[in-house]
């Protein structure tokens, strides 16, 4: 097959970057995190994303994605715990995971709302990852070849901050080559519009996570002012939306 360019978007462990860097590998600092889906009565109003703890120490984010799944009211509700395990290897990739692993993180997590631990045990499955980046590089483009995506610039999966990269990616190679008469052109302008942006992501979500901070605590104190002026307003809103900074 010919073409006038290819664009490799294979993804954090891309076959095509390996062909440019054969002696990289993952980088890990001691994060590990575990996504699985349980079977629960809907929590809260049933269509809040919930997000509790910080990476410091452990963290939950919990969301539905299907109603009623057996005709009394069921969700299937998503979650992803995140936690510091320092000392321990990473986990393996998009494998089978113990609850026991994980589990001792979040047993004191008992809210009104919520038995975290309870709602854990009722898992239908529990996969492992972790949580793992790869250092910038200097050079995305050789020739015709590019790459685009996770592919160039994996990054720690907070704020979906990876597929919203991908597709600024996607959107600026497009008005490039579109624009040029010239493929090699168009991709090293858009290694040079697109390269030293995602460097500072990846590193700022490596030193700057979303949870602590200035931002979760101004989030917090928000939503405490607006049931102060707002009574009717659940207490709870504000706890579950405080992020433990």
């Known amino acids: ?16 970057r390996r062909q440019f860097y054969p002696d990289e590998d993952l980088a890990f600092e001691g994060i590990n995190t575990w996504r699985g889906v349980a079977r629960s009565k809907p929590i809260l109003d049933g269509h809040t994303y919930i997000r ?12 539905p ?19 510091p395990l320092f000392g321990r290897p990473k986990n393996d990739w998009n494998k089978p995971a113990k609850l026991e692993d994980f589990l001792p993180i979040y047993e004191s997590w008992r809210f009104d709302w919520l038995d975290v631990p309870q709602f854990l045990r009722n898992s239908e499955i529990v996969l492992e990852y972790p949580m793992v980046d790869r250092d910038p590089v200097e050079r995305w483009t050789f020739g015709r070849v590019t790459l685009v995506g996770d592919a160039a610039h994996p990054m720690y999966q907070r704020g979906s901050n990876g597929s919203a990269q991908a597709l600024i990616d996607a959107r600026v190679l497009a008005d490039l080559i579109k ?17 030293a942006v995602t460097r500072k992501i990846v590193h700022t979500n490596r030193t700057t996570p979303p ?4 931002a979760a605590h101004a989030l917090h104190q928000a939503v405490c002012k607006l049931h102060d002026t707002a ?11 405080h992020s433990g900074a």
Do not use: H
Request: a negative charge; hydrophobic letters at 45%.
């Open 211 to 214: 949870d602590p901070g200035r």
């Open 231 to 241: 009574p009717a307003l659940p207490s709870r809103w504000a706890a579950y939306i």
């Open 1 to 16: 097959m010919r073409v006038g360019v290819a664009l490799a978007c294979d993804g954090i462990n891309s076959a095509v």
């Open 179 to 195: 624009a040029s008469d010239d493929p090699l052109a168009a991709l090293a302008a858009y290694e040079q519009a697109r390269l």
């Open 65 to 83: 994605i299907a109603d009623n799944v057996d005709g009394k009211g069921t969700q299937l509700v998503n979650f992803t715990g995140e936690a």
């Open 52 to 63: 509790i703890g910080s990476i410091k120490t452990g963290k939950l984010v919990i969301y």
